[in-house]
């Protein structure tokens, strides 16, 4: 399983950084993604990392996804981060290398995920 850290309190504008560790070889031949939901909210699509790198549009330019094959390590930048950025954070991992950008946006897709971890961004 996986199991996302990082998270915290801030205030706005700040930066984070998450780390999850991911199965042995999602992240240097599979998928891998972040995906977030706020008290109330569905889980949404933030970034993946696989063929490409895919960001939803409310954090493209301000956060960064990476990978660490050899460390079986995944990464989520977040500069410049907002209330509105205020959830639960998980990072979720396949076996799979996905083909379509629709794909890596699904939850649904992703076999392996993590526990969450909780990110609140003051105003």
């Known amino acids: 399983q996986l199991q996302a850290s990082g998270g915290g309190l801030v205030q706005t504008g700040v930066s984070l950084k998450l780390v999850c560790v991911a199965p042995?070889?999602?992240?240097?031949?599979?998928?891998v993604g972040w995906f977030r939901q706020a008290p109330g909210r569905e889980r949404e699509f933030v970034a993946a990392?696989?063929?490409?790198?895919y960001y939803a549009d409310s954090v493209k330019g301000r956060f960064t996804c990476s990978g660490d094959g050899a460390r079986n390590t995944m990464y989520l930048q977040m500069n410049s981060l907002k209330p509105e950025d205020t959830a639960v954070y998980y990072c979720?991992?396949?076996?799979?290398?996905?083909?379509?950008?629709?794909?890596?946006?699904?939850?649904?897709?992703?076999?392996?995920w993590g526990q969450g971890t909780l990110v609140t961004v003051s105003s």
């Open positions: 979720a991992a396949d076996d799979r290398t996905f083909r379509t950008r629709y794909a890596y946006s699904q939850a649904s897709e992703y076999y392996y």
């Open positions: 042995a070889g999602t992240v240097s031949r599979g998928t």
């Open positions: 990392w696989g063929r490409g790198t």
